[in-house]
């Protein structure tokens, strides 16, 4: 509440001196959003996140880099209010942006993939969310190598997706890759790679593995007890 009081001040300072569409002022209206968000006020979020993309598109026009954060300002608030049609709208519009401004190797462009496979798993729609979890990894492997721990993580939700869809033996196969990279890059003890190993674990006992099952979980478990 203390930054929200201290943040509509500084609004209002910037507003009667710079006025409400000087890029300073409206540059202000992005900070709303981290604020409101963590205190549940979903809504007046929205509605400054609306406005500070409005701004940007009428002051800084469509191709702005900021312009184009809004909408994934937009998007991320959708999701938290579990409006996932509505986020996907907004993940697609600046995704295909910044595909066309930056390329589709580009950082910002990645994330923008990686958020809209993301809400397609939450609207249930895996066979679409692993055609663009393949896309993703295909593409970060061209851009980072597939040694990257960042790559190898893309990878690791392909497997996922694929224990989605039932498809079991892809999905282990999957895993184990995504395990043995992060062993390789990050070390056994490592989060990420445990997650791996958990998750293999998890396979098989979707295969009825029982036996090889328990024993990713025991290592999982003997391992997570030394980080």
């Not at 995504?178 to 295969?207: H, M, P, Q």
Request: hydrophobic residues 35%.
């Amino acid at each position: 509440e203390d930054a929200l009081e201290k943040e509509d001040e500084l609004y209002s300072l910037r507003c009667s001196s710079l006025g409400e569409k000087h890029p300073d002022t409206i540059k202000t209206l992005e900070s709303y959003p981290n604020i409101l968000v963590p205190l549940g006020r979903y809504d007046e979020a929205l509605e400054k996140a609306k406005k500070y993309c409005d701004l940007c598109l009428e002051v800084l026009g469509g191709r702005h880099p900021d312009y184009l954060f809004s909408l994934d300002i937009i998007s991320v608030i959708y999701t938290y209010m579990e409006r996932y049609a509505d986020a996907l709208e907004k993940a697609g519009e600046c995704y295909n942006l910044r595909r066309e401004i930056l390329g589709e190797n580009h950082q910002k462009t990645l994330e923008s993939l990686e958020s809209i496979l993301v809400i397609l798993m939450q609207l249930g729609r895996y066979d679409e969310a692993l055609e663009r979890a393949e896309e993703l990894y295909g593409l970060r492997c061209k851009a980072l190598g597939k040694n990257h721990e960042v790559s190898i993580y893309s990878l690791y939700t392909v497997s996922i997706i694929l224990g989605c869809l039932a498809k079991y033996e892809e999905a282990l196969a999957k895993a184990k890759d995504s395990y043995w990279l992060f062993c390789l890059v990050l070390g056994k003890n490592d989060k990420k790679t445990l997650d791996a190993l958990c998750n293999i674990g998890t396979i098989y006992t979707w295969l009825g593995m029982n036996d090889e099952a328990l024993e990713s979980y025991k290592e999982c478990y003997n391992l997570s007890r030394k980080v």
